[in-house]
């Protein structure tokens, strides 16, 4: 067994905990008022952004202000189904749709 790469459920749950308390913060609420997701830069109403971990819990991450981030509900969808390479080809494609 790899312990680095172990992330046991108490340390999920407890970030889980903290990112639903980092939601009734001031600094969330000011982010999502905003109304723009953080990986397809879209604007939404802010009810319909959620919380969304850049690097996920289960890989480590952590529910910092860092590392949380607003993301509309296809982006965090996305983000769900597809593997770490292909969300890059995901976000690689939203960038270049941006620029051209
Ligand atoms: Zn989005």
């Given at each position: 067994m790899d312990f680095n790469f172990e992330v046991d459920e108490v340390t999920i749950r407890r970030e889980r905990e903290k990112a639903r308390a980092l939601r009734k913060q001031g600094w969330w609420q000011n982010r999502i008022a905003k109304g723009v997701?953080?990986?397809?830069?879209k604007s939404f109403p802010p009810k319909e952004l959620t919380l969304d971990h850049i690097v996920p819990l289960a890989r480590?991450?952590?529910?910092?202000k860092g590392n949380c981030v607003p993301a509309c509900k296809e982006c965090n969808n996305r983000k769900k189904d597809l593997l770490p390479l292909e969300w890059e080809e995901y976000l690689q494609h939203l960038k270049d749709a941006i620029e051209s």
């Open positions: 997701c953080h990986y397809c830069e480590g991450g952590r529910s910092t």
